[in-house]
């Protein structure tokens, strides 16, 4: 069963849900007690819990030597025992294969992750890809395919950086052999559910071409060409191998879920399709071979069922758990035993053992014990009008028991740009909100899930359009009276870091002041230090974001580093030494002309740290600063702020 195990596509989208009492200046909620910082920020206590193919045991993700690692206990004991000993970085990405751990890890945060394998006693721990600067990804782990225990296909850039060549590799031995002889620099592969790779792809950044095959020693003949705007986003093939289902945006704005011919090369089937919003993904059974769920986000996460068995299993779910959401996975190869995870947008996470045979469950463990239901800001779905009329979605978290009127906010954008902010439990801003910030986040345009015309809305137009829809929220926040005109920051990273960068360059007068973590300065620069593996896309990019050439007056326009006299509020800013896709000169080109200008810009730069701080150390370091600025420049009085 693998109907709450999403396969994501960009990202979702969500609907609208007006904001209840936004208007309201009174609250019944007492007055939320100060949370210490490390509470949000370490590592959670027992997360990521997943059950062995046999359904004999079960693992999960816990502190162990300073950093995350993952345990494994029987389903009938309490304990858990480690069997990863990591103590340089925290491991995120793990999975059962027979009765072995598999798991990524990179170094320093360069994101080139190598595949390690280790015994469920932790007793035998290989390094099966150790190459250096070669990244890795586990393309299909065979799991449901007859005498292929011991195997699974990865990917790798070994042969050349910028494309990625198909292995299978012995998961005890590390012996690894070519699939194909990828002589076509094809750049992602798909696999029927005997796990034959039987669809490749290829892409000139602009257009995507996929190519099909109908048995392993066939070649590959072209099936059919999209341009980037087009979304053929392979889930997986029809249980017979013979077709596919695919979610597409051709032919419609919203990208629904079809069933596609290969034979006749053309669509034949409507699975699904949602007036509002794009999909997020389809789930199926292994076991029953039937189609479980397709996944969309209006407000929050949902889905429409396809099967009743499915459907009857998540319905005693909510019953079980009224007032959170819930999500069932983990599952074995049989089917009958799951994880099941609950929460909400302020409970992280409470995780249950589920037996399907009985109906009974047993509360596994919390993610973060340590942090009170009942101290939590609620997170409320908001709309407003941009400038130019369009609808824009978001997110408000109002700080618990305080009047909503007149308070210091937080504007908080996005990273991608394409993609989307998601209602949930959210540290970040549940910090915020708990020192006193109301916090705003806001899918503008360019943002993915709400179809395929809001999300070319963005295209060039980085500073732009895509900028105002942010200012726009902050108009929407004094229109309602609950901001302080005199006291809005602006924080984000990726993306966000950039837009943070033009939101004090662009409109100096708007914030007063901002965070940038791992933000994007100068589009020039950004474009030249892309990874090798991004090569493909960049024709893409040019489209759009710019062509460096045909339109560099565009992105001189839109890179903020050539305004940093604009600048007039506090900056600070952040960022990884080893960071692949934002380069560290991107923040130290703004850092040196601020200084000249004697501007007030504080700078933290971590040397074992790429795309975001994933250490704990570092995370809390980083936090501890930025509650630190945001006391002195944000939460200080009206009066002072004037001065």
């Keep these: 069963m693998k109907f709450f195990q999403k396969q994501l596509l960009t990202i979702a989208s969500f609907s609208i849900l007006l904001l209840a009492g936004c208007k309201s200046k009174t609250t019944n909620e007492e007055k939320a007690p100060l949370v210490p910082l490390e509470d949000f920020f370490k590592n959670a206590d027992k997360s990521g819990w997943q059950i062995s193919p046999d359904g004999e045991s079960i693992s999960y993700l816990s502190p162990h030597m300073g950093h995350t690692n993952v345990f494994v206990r029987k389903i009938t004991d309490s304990v858990g025992t480690p069997v990863t000993h990591d103590s340089v970085r925290n491991i995120y990405n793990y999975q059962w294969k027979g009765n072995r751990i598999l798991y990524l890890q990179d170094v320093g945060g360069d994101e080139n992750y190598q595949l390690f394998s280790v015994s469920m006693d932790g007793k035998d721990q290989k390094a099966l890809t150790p190459f250096p600067k070669v990244r890795t990804g586990i393309l299909n782990d065979l799991r449901y395919v007859p005498g292929k225990e011991k195997e699974i296909l990865i990917t790798m850039n070994k042969r050349d950086a910028r494309f990625f060549d198909p292995y299978s590799i012995n998961i005890e031995t590390g012996e690894t052999k070519v699939v194909y002889q990828n002589d076509k620099n094809f750049d992602s592969w798909f696999t029927d559910h005997a796990g034959v790779i039987r669809i490749a792809s290829k892409t000139d950044g602009v257009n995507t071409t996929f190519y099909h095959r109908a048995t392993e020693t066939a070649p590959f003949d072209s099936l059919l060409t999209t341009n980037y705007k087009e979304s053929f986003a392979i889930q997986f093939f029809t249980f017979d191998n013979k077709n596919l289902y695919v979610a597409t945006n ?29 999909v997020d993904g389809l789930g199926y059974s292994p076991k029953r071979k039937v189609l479980e769920a397709v996944y969309f986000t209006s407000w929050k996460s949902e889905e429409h069922f396809l099967d009743k068995e499915a459907e009857a299993d998540y319905n005693k779910m909510k019953e079980k758990f009224k007032g959170y959401e819930i999500g069932i996975y983990g599952n074995n190869n049989e089917e009958d035993k799951f994880i099941v ?17 009985s109906g009974d469950t047993k509360f596994l463990a919390e993610g973060r014990p340590w942090l009170k239901e009942g101290d939590m800001a609620s997170m409320k779905a908001v709309e407003y009008k941009s400038r130019d009329g369009l609808t824009i979605h978001g997110y408000l978290t109002l700080p618990k028991g305080v009047e909503a009127k007149n308070l210091p906010v937080v504007i908080n954008p996005h990273g991608g740009p394409w993609a989307r902010d998601v209602w949930g439990f959210n540290n970040e801003v549940q910090f915020l909100a708990n020192r006193g910030y109301a916090v705003l986040q806001m899918n503008f345009r360019g943002s993915t899930g709400y179809g395929k015309e809001f999300w070319l809305k963005g295209n060039k137009q980085w500073g732009k359009t895509m900028q105002d829809d942010i200012s726009d929220g902050v108009a929407y926040l004094i229109k309602e009276g609950i901001a302080d005109p005199k006291r809005v920051a602006i924080y984000g990273a990726s993306y966000g870091g950039y837009a943070t960068l033009a939101g004090i360059t662009f409109t100096p007068d708007l914030y007063c002041c901002a965070v940038d973590y791992v933000g994007v300065s100068n589009m020039f620069t950004f474009m030249k230090t892309i990874p090798p593996y991004w090569e493909p896309y960049k024709a893409m990019f040019y489209e759009m974001v710019g062509d460096p050439v045909k339109d560099s007056a565009l992105l001189a326009a839109a890179s903020p580093v050539f305004f940093v006299d604009k600048i007039k509020v506090p900056l600070f800013i952040a960022q990884g030494a080893n960071d692949p896709r934002v380069n560290k000169a991107e923040s130290d080109q703004v850092v040196e002309a601020l200084k000249k200008r004697g501007i007030e810009v504080e700078y933290m730069v971590k040397d074992d740290e790429g795309h975001g701080f994933a250490n704990e150390k570092n995370s809390i370091d980083f936090y501890t600063a930025m509650e630190k600025f945001f006391a002195k420049h944000l939460a200080r009085l009206k009066e002072e702020v004037k001065k």
């Design 250 to 278: 051709i032919g419609r704005d919203k990208t629904a879920v079809v069933e596609y011919d290969l034979a006749a090369r053309k669509e034949i089937k409507e699975i699904y399709t949602n007036p509002d919003y794009d």
């Design 341 to 357: 995870w609950t929460g909400n947008d302020k409970m992280p996470s409470k995780f249950y053992f589920y037996d399907k045979k």
